[in-house]
């Protein structure tokens, strides 16, 4: 009976600590496609987010509950899901993980004052007039401006051409922003073709527009499903330019069913190569290919800097378990100015406008992996 009693007694303790370590820790709210189409991203960015939240708490200090919900990147999915991470009581955001789910959220967020910082939202209006929302990955305009600067840069191509989708705020600022920059640096658009969500099967009057001007780089501002079917259906008839992206492509590779092959010699403008050589990004890829069998994107290292950002901010501010989302908002807005930290997608800071200052690189896929671009 005495064993009985200790072993039952030592269970209690056991289920006390860690229901004392539930309510100790800081809760993040992570929202994203966890299924659908763009599955790829919101995963990468929920696994990414738990790495760093794991090896922050190992460190003792600081405790972080990742609590994740499902988007399917639509708005509306991503206002509820908002609200139930409120009820379920989270002190900041990471998120949201596309940019339309992230300018719906982020409108709400900033009339009720809750934290927010975007792994990969990248519409420019996300932050705009709105001083608690950051973010982590570059602005659209950003992405176009560098594309088109790098594409002069290294003389990749005398002839352009570009396929966006005019139905998404993502690859319409992207796209736009490109072109601003690539008539400035006097790069030759030889064709533009758009699409819509309702038409993102069949490319064949994109990729004939393409190839009859003689494009002999394509700018894809695009997500990687479509990407992978340009790329197919451009291998059908034997078009091979250099097709160049930017992140929403990452993650082409793990398309279901995509021949990787396709995808050789594409580029990436990405701050995130998985192929670096310094101990923190091959510690990290280790890890999560031991944990999902897969080798980490973008996302999931714009999510792991995320939560490394967000921890020292709570540090400087002293943001804790109790401390109300409302109130913990105004002490991040204030700590996020004052971070500085060297993550996996560079070092960075940020300034009153949530816009994230740190270096672009480009990738290129060789044998079926991401290898960094001269």
Same mark, same amino acid.
């Given at each position: 009976?005495?064993?009985?009693?200790?072993?039952?007694?030592?269970?209690?303790?056991?289920?006390?600590?860690?229901?004392?370590? /539930?309510?100790?820790?800081?809760?993040?709210?992570?929202?994203?496609?966890?299924?659908?189409?763009?599955?790829?991203?919101?995963?990468?960015?929920?696994?990414?987010?738990?790495?760093?939240?794991?090896?922050?708490?190992?460190?003792?200090?600081?405790?972080?509950?990742?609590?994740?919900?499902?988007?399917?990147?639509?708005?509306?999915?991503?206002?509820?899901?908002?609200?139930?991470?409120?009820?379920?009581?989270?002190?900041?955001?990471?998120?949201?993980?596309?940019?339309?789910?992230?300018?719906?959220?982020?409108?709400?967020?900033?009339?009720?004052?809750?934290?927010?910082?975007?792994?990969?939202?990248?519409?420019?209006?996300?932050?705009?007039?709105?001083?608690?929302?950051?973010?982590?990955?570059?602005?659209?305009?950003?992405?176009?401006?560098?594309?088109?600067? @790098?594409?002069?840069?290294?003389?990749?191509?005398?002839?352009?051409?570009?396929? @966006?989708?005019?139905?998404?705020?993502?690859?319409?600022?992207?796209?736009?922003?490109?072109?601003?920059?690539?008539?400035?640096?006097?790069?030759?658009?030889?064709?533009?073709?758009?699409?819509?969500?309702?038409?993102?099967?069949?490319?064949?009057?994109?990729?004939?527009?393409?190839?009859?001007?003689?494009?002999?780089?394509?700018?894809?501002?695009?997500?990687?499903?479509?990407?992978?079917?340009?790329?197919?259906?451009?291998?059908?008839?034997?078009?091979?330019?250099?097709?160049?992206?930017?992140?929403?492509?990452?993650?082409?590779?793990?398309?279901?069913?995509?021949?990787?092959?396709?995808?050789?010699?594409?580029?990436?403008?990405?701050?995130?190569?998985?192929?670096?050589?310094?101990?923190?990004?091959?510690?990290?890829?280790?890890?999560?290919?031991?944990?999902?069998?897969?080798?980490?994107?973008?996302?999931?290292?714009?999510?792991?800097?995320?939560?490394?950002?967000?921890?020292?901010?709570?540090? /400087?501010?002293?943001?804790?378990?109790?401390?109300?989302?409302?109130?913990?908002?105004?002490?991040?807005?204030?700590?996020?100015?004052?971070?500085?930290?060297?993550?996996?997608?560079?070092?960075?800071?940020?300034?009153?406008?949530?816009?994230?200052?740190?270096?672009?690189?480009?990738?290129?896929?060789?044998?079926?992996?991401?290898?960094?671009?001269?």
């Amino acid at each position: 009976m005495k064993k009985v009693l200790v072993i039952a007694l030592a269970l209690a303790m056991m289920m006390t600590a860690c229901l004392a370590f /539930a309510e100790e820790a800081v809760k993040v709210g992570v929202i994203g496609p966890l299924t659908g189409a763009n599955a790829q991203y919101g995963l990468a960015v929920q696994r990414g987010a738990q790495i760093a939240a794991e090896e922050i708490n190992a460190q003792g200090g600081l405790q972080l509950e990742i609590l994740a919900e499902d988007d399917q990147a639509d708005g509306e999915l991503a206002v509820n899901a908002y609200n139930k991470l409120l009820d379920d009581g989270v002190n900041v955001l990471l998120a949201t993980v596309t940019s339309g789910s992230c300018i719906a959220v982020s409108d709400i967020a900033y009339e009720e004052r809750v934290f927010m910082l975007t792994p990969s939202g990248s519409a420019d209006v996300i932050t705009e007039g709105k001083d608690n929302v950051y973010r982590v990955c570059f602005k659209d305009s950003a992405q176009g401006t560098a594309s088109a600067q @790098y594409i002069a840069d290294h003389g990749l191509a005398t002839k352009i051409g570009i396929i @966006y989708n005019n139905a998404l705020d993502y690859s319409m600022g992207i796209y736009q922003s490109f072109v601003a920059k690539a008539n400035e640096l006097g790069l030759e658009i030889v064709a533009e073709s758009a699409f819509s969500d309702d038409t993102n099967a069949d490319f064949s009057v994109q990729i004939s527009q393409m190839q009859e001007a003689g494009a002999e780089l394509v700018f894809l501002p695009i997500y990687y499903t479509p990407a992978s079917m340009i790329l197919q259906q451009a291998n059908a008839v034997d078009y091979a330019p250099i097709f160049f992206g930017v992140d929403g492509m990452d993650g082409i590779l793990g398309v279901e069913g995509f021949d990787t092959s396709l995808a050789e010699g594409v580029m990436l403008l990405t701050p995130f190569s998985a192929d670096a050589q310094d101990e923190l990004t091959k510690n990290f890829v280790t890890t999560y290919m031991d944990l999902y069998g897969e080798t980490p994107n973008q996302f999931a290292a714009d999510a792991y800097d995320g939560v490394y950002a967000l921890a020292a901010a709570m540090q /400087a501010a002293g943001v804790t378990a109790e401390t109300s989302p409302e109130d913990a908002c105004e002490m991040m807005i204030a700590a996020m100015q004052t971070v500085e930290i060297t993550g996996l997608t560079g070092t960075m800071h940020w300034d009153a406008t949530g816009e994230v200052d740190k270096t672009p690189t480009a990738v290129v896929i060789q044998d079926g992996v991401y290898v960094g671009a001269n």
